[in-house]
């Protein structure tokens, strides 16, 4: 995973009524769309998913751990997986291609050019946050005693 960030979740419910409530939020097929709010994997101790309605969304995938005193926590790494930032690579030499084509010795186009990618960096970044805030909300609305600690 690329630009990952890791966190430390302690819930009051048990592992399995959490795995449960995600589970049943899992988008399975059109059949059971209506308020569903993920997809991806659910197994025994982790899960991998993504939140519906972006293909871009980040990947939030977790496991459960014992921790010094002997508790179950949760694990969680969100971030993009290689084959997403290999696109936006692609993306980003494709507008480079584009300015190094366009260039005929006037400077006026480049500029314009580095503000159309920066706004795409800063859209991604903010996105990013948004949809970890989004997650992080679920899991409050299902736990209200659920703890998020931030690790490096």
């Known amino acids: ?5 890791r966190y430390i979740l302690e819930f009051s419910k048990p592992k399995r009524e959490v795995l449960e409530n995600i589970e049943k939020d899992i988008f399975q097929g059109f059949s059971n769309y209506f308020g569903k709010s993920f997809t991806g994997k659910i197994s ?3 899960f991998k998913i993504k939140l519906m309605g972006g293909s871009d969304s ?3 995938k977790g496991n459960f751990i014992l921790n010094r005193d002997n508790e179950e926590s949760f694990e969680l790494s969100v971030g993009f997986e290689y084959y997403e930032v290999l ?9 480079l291609l584009l300015i190094i084509k366009s260039y005929d010795g ?4 480049i500029p314009i050019y580095l503000a159309i990618l920066g706004f795409i960096i800063f859209s991604g970044y903010f996105r990013l946050k948004k949809e970890k805030s989004l ?3 679920y899991l409050k609305n299902f736990d209200r005693n659920c703890k998020i600690i931030h690790i490096k």
């Open 44 to 46: 025994e101790n982790e």
């Open 58 to 60: 980040p990947t939030f």
């Open 106 to 109: 006037n400077y006026y186009l």
């Open 1 to 5: 995973m690329f630009f990952k960030s």
């Open 87 to 95: 696109l936006y690579l692609v993306f980003l030499s494709f507008i």
């Open 135 to 137: 997650f992080f909300d």
